[in-house]
Nanobody, 113 residues
Framework: VQLQASGGGLVQPGGSLRLSCAAS????????MSWYRQAPGNQRELVAG???????NYAGSVKGRFTISRDNAKKVIYLQMNSLKPEDTAVYYC????????WGQGTLVTVSS
């Protein structure tokens, strides 16, 4: 099982980034897929999730700015992040869950001028 996250980088406040997470080794369409983040000194927190049926949920701090989506044919999830703020700076991790729980490696997002 592999979850490969990409798309992080340095962006100015107010800017946008799109993260991707490509999955292999799982029956992707049946998995709940999520993005978590962890800032220095903080616990890992849920950012956004998308269920197998396409229903989504978001942390209050990102609602209206971030959008999670999935492409079951490509076995990829995305996180479109708009209106980024310095407090969004963190390592972002993708997660796949369906009974078992799998984590990808993180991708660093830095929001700074």
């Amino acid at each position: 099982v592999q979850l490969q996250a990409s798309g992080g980088g340095l962006v100015q406040p107010g800017g946008s980034l799109r993260l991707s997470c490509a999955a292999s080794g799982i029956t992707f369409s049946s998995y709940t897929m999520s993005w978590y983040r962890q800032a220095p000194g903080n616990q890992r927190e849920l950012v956004a999730g998308i269920f197998a049926n396409g229903v989504t949920n978001y942390a209050g701090s990102v609602k209206g700015r971030f959008t999670i989506s999935r492409d079951n044919a490509k076995k990829v999830i995305y996180l479109q992040m708009n209106s980024l703020k310095p407090e969004d700076t963190a390592v972002y991790y993708c997660n796949g869950r369906s009974g078992r729980n799998y984590w990808g490696q993180g991708t660093l997002v830095t929001v700074s001028s």
